[in-house]
């Protein structure tokens, strides 16, 4: 019995007509590996990096930084694992960084912005991660958060350009968060510059939206649901799908299965979830026809809400 199980989670997630979505697992560390894998993952969609810089009371170094790749690299054993630079600002404040203050912070010096602008962290880095690429033998892709243009884009494959050479390693996949609706407007510009998108659909939803994620208040109407958060997506992979890119959503509407739905109905390839999300996510999607899923995201744009968007979960399929 425990054996079937098993084996059924390792099953990959293709409709009854054949089309596949990948499903891969948001963890940060390399002893969460063997369970993301017990639960079906097929790689690491998202490892967020900001926990080897919340978790201590120092910036850790290059050769730290190394070994957490490194060692998630070994862990997912040939898999493909996705690394997103370091996303701090907004949220998630780190005393030792000394950060300044900001009115507004969602808005303001985050993620990649703030990557930019302090070159003594997106350096160290991005050393450790190519090292990390060029020595396990895994599959890393590497991939920077809260991007709004191209000229972003091109500053950052820049500098990872030089030191892939500088450290001598191969070259690896560069893809971006799509979390702002000005890149998911501009998704076949951006999609011109980079080798995959991951929607992040928990800041997508946030500033679609205009509803702080953290504010209670909000959180009833504060719905990755709403058909604007749905029509970006959609437009984020007409854009991709244009210059051939590989979309993922990493953001919580992945791990939902009526949302898992609506998303390879709208024709994401990929979705990155919590590792217990994922067999019911999996059981899900083998249930359904892309054509259902299709019909199911066509209708769903068409809604004027998020609650008649949460309705269609009676008939879908
Ligand atoms: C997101 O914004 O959806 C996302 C996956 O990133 P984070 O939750 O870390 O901001
Ligand atoms: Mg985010």
């Not at 730290?64 to 070994?74: D, F, G, I, P």
């Not at 302090?118 to 599959?139: D, H, T």
């Not at 659909?201 to 990755?224: F, G, I, K, V, W």
């Amino acid at each position: 019995k425990k054996a079937q199980e098993a084996e059924r989670r390792a099953l990959p997630a293709v409709t009854t007509d054949g089309k596949r979505t990948e499903i891969v697992a948001n963890i940060n560390q390399a002893h969460q590996a063997a369970f993301a894998i017990e639960q079906g993952a097929e790689g690491v969609g998202l490892m967020r990096t900001e926990f080897l810089f919340l978790e201590t009371r120092k910036t850790p170094d290059e050769d730290e930084q190394y070994e957490a790749y490194a060692a998630m690299l070994k862990a997912m054993d040939g898999r493909q694992v996705i690394v997103r630079a370091l996303d701090i600002g907004g949220d998630k404040q780190v005393p030792h960084l000394a950060l300044p203050q900001e009115a507004n912070p969602f808005l303001g010096v985050r993620g990649a912005r703030l990557l930019l602008r302090r070159p003594e962290l997106l350096l160290p880095q991005l050393r450790a991660l190519y090292r990390a690429a060029s020595s396990a033998a895994g599959k890393l892709a590497i991939m920077f958060p809260m991007i709004t243009s191209a000229a972003e884009i091109i500053r950052l494959r820049s500098i990872c350009e030089d030191i892939r050479k500088e450290v001598n390693a191969p070259e690896v996949p560069l893809g971006i968060m799509i979390e702002v609706p000005a890149a998911a407007l501009q998704a076949h510009v951006l999609a011109q510059h980079v080798d995959f998108f991951s929607v992040g659909t928990n800041d997508l939803t946030q500033y679609t939206l205009a509803m702080d994620r953290q504010n209670p208040d909000l959180a009833p109407e504060a719905d990755s649901l709403h058909p604007a958060v749905l029509r970006l997506i959609g437009f984020t992979v007409d854009g991709a799908k244009r210059y051939g890119r590989m979309v993922g959503v990493c953001g919580g509407l992945a791990g939902d299965p009526f949302g898992a739905s609506l998303l390879a109905g709208l024709g994401v390839d990929e979705l990155s979830m919590t590792p217990l999300e994922i067999p019911a996510v999996k059981d899900r999607l083998r249930r359904a026809s892309l054509a259902e899923l299709k019909g199911l995201a066509a209708r769903a744009l068409a809604c004027e809400s998020a609650a008649d968007v949460r309705a269609l979960e009676g008939v879908a399929p």
